[in-house]
């Protein structure tokens, strides 16, 4: 079965750093673009960043601090966060979108808590 699972959320202090982690399995990794979103509080969810064959994009709310690789040996993709500000509190949720080959167009894993706060 598709399984797409974020890990390597928690708390951290303002200007600190986390890596979060998304296992993929069940699917053609590699024929997927892969993107973080987060939704906050009361907010409607925002795409972060993304990765694909095209390169990278983030939101400039995040551009210079986060960073979006991917191992498809691996099937795996991280979002590795730095200079944490409070207003990235959220939950993040790895996200799959295909752009490649036939199947489903989209998975989405249950999400991982940030919580930036001193």
């Known amino acids: 079965q598709v399984q797409l699972v974020e890990s390597g959320g928690g708390l951290v202090q303002p200007g600190g750093s986390l890596r979060l982690s998304c296992a993929a399995s069940g699917f053609t990794f590699s024929n997927y673009a892969m993107r973080w979103y987060r939704q906050a509080p009361g907010k409607e969810r925002e795409l972060v960043a993304g990765?694909?064959?095209?390169?990278?994009n983030y939101a400039d709310s995040v551009k210079g601090r986060f960073t979006i690789s991917r191992d498809n040996a691996e099937n795996t993709v991280y979002l590795q966060m730095n200079s944490l500000k409070p207003e990235d509190t959220a939950v993040y949720y790895c996200?799959?979108?295909?752009?490649?080959?036939?199947?489903?167009?989209?998975?989405w894993g249950q999400g991982t808590q940030v919580t930036v706060s001193s």
């Open positions: 990765i694909a064959d095209g390169g990278t």
């Open positions: 996200n799959a979108r295909r752009v490649y080959g036939t199947g489903p167009y989209s998975y």
